[in-house]
Nanobody
Framework: VQLQASGGGLVQAGGSLRVSCAGSGRTFSTYNIGWFRQAPGKEREFVAAISWSGGITYYGDSVKGRFTISRDNAKNTVYLQMNSLKPEDTGVYYC??????????????WGQGTQVTVSS
């Protein structure tokens, strides 16, 4: 499966942004999808994940209550709605796919990333 993240941009603190992960192929709906982010000089961080059916979601502690992950398998797309953004949410956001559990650290396929910048 090939993934392409999009929708990043520059937003002020407290604002909202939605990033999307578009997948190719008929098997997209069989993959659990995760969002990760990486800020300059920092390790990659788990943000959120969603099961293949969309019925189970997971969130990193730093985004709980502010971010919402969802998917539309008919459109081969996973969304990450980000509200109440903070400067520390700044980073490159990557989506990834796995057939292991959604909380696995071993995602098999990665998109190219989209930059999110939150100004204070």
């Amino acid at each position: 499966v090939q993934l392409q993240a999009s929708g990043g941009g520059l937003v002020q603190a407290g604002g909202s942004l939605r990033v999307s992960c578009a997948g190719s192929g008929r098997t997209f709906s069989t993959y659990n999808i995760g969002w990760f982010r990486q800020a300059p000089g920092k390790e990659r961080e788990f943000v959120a994940a969603i099961s293949w059916s969309g019925g189970i979601t997971y969130y990193g502690d730093s985004v709980k209550g502010r971010f919402t992950i969802s998917r539309d398998n008919a459109k081969n797309t996973v969304y990450l709605q980000m509200n109440s953004l903070k400067p520390e949410d700044t980073g490159v956001y990557y989506c990834a796919a796995t057939r292991q559990g959604a909380t696995t650290p071993n995602y098999d396929y990665w998109g190219q990333g989209t930059q999110v910048t939150v100004s204070s």
